[in-house]
């Protein structure tokens, strides 16, 4: 017997399958209403993380991405990065709040409501092993540099602008 892809967790399963053995889904539904917008919630899914993990891919290559000829340092700070991250996070908050005003109108059926809590998890997941690639990654010999320089200039000259130093504002601290 030949295989197809379930449309909810891309898995292949047995054509004339009622159930995907992978994600439990229901595949032998009748009315048409409820396939069109579950349909409509399954393209949804599938292009919403498509996107992210896109997004995903793009930061992971950031990380790597370094510039400069002699004093060569990360393209991309760690502050960037997490914003990127932030953004994804947030677009996959959105996602869950578009299907919950979905199944308010029952218009989000089990199964999708299950594919996207078990997509946004492996999401979740794969942005805290990009987080912890972040932290992780190897300073060039410039941002060593750079890194004790400021320290070593910040201690001898406390008066300096931390702004003149590395070009990053620094908060004020409020002495009494």
């Known amino acids: 017997m030949s ?4 449309p909810y967790c891309k898995e292949l399963i047995k054509i004339g399958a009622v159930l995907c053995k992978h994600c439990r889904s229901n595949l032998g539904m009748n ?3 409820f396939n069109d917008a579950n ?3 399954i393209w949804y899914l599938q292009n919403g993380f498509g996107k992210i993990h896109a997004e995903c ?5 950031k990380i790597k991405s370094r510039t400069g000829f002699i004093f060569i340092k990360h393209e991309y700070s760690r502050d ?3 914003e990127a991250i932030k953004r994804i996070e ?3 908050k959105k996602m869950g709040s578009d299907l919950d005003e979905w199944k308010s ?3 989000l059926s089990e199964q999708l409501e299950v594919s996207f809590k078990r997509r946004a998890g492996e999401v979740y997941r794969r942005l805290e092993a990009i987080k912890f690639e972040i932290e992780n990654r190897e300073p060039t010999f410039w941002e060593k ?3 004790v320089l400021t320290q070593v200039l910040e201690t001898l000259f406390p008066f300096l602008s931390f702004r003149l130093l590395t070009g990053k504002n620094k908060p004020k601290e409020i002495t009494d």
């Open 3 to 6: 295989e197809m892809e379930c």
């Open 31 to 33: 009315d048409n209403a």
């Open 39 to 41: 349909d409509e919630g």
């Open 57 to 61: 891919d793009i930061i992971e290559d």
């Open 80 to 82: 960037y990065l997490y």
């Open 90 to 92: 947030s677009f996959v």
């Open 105 to 107: 109108v029952n218009k």
């Open 145 to 147: 540099v750079r890194t």
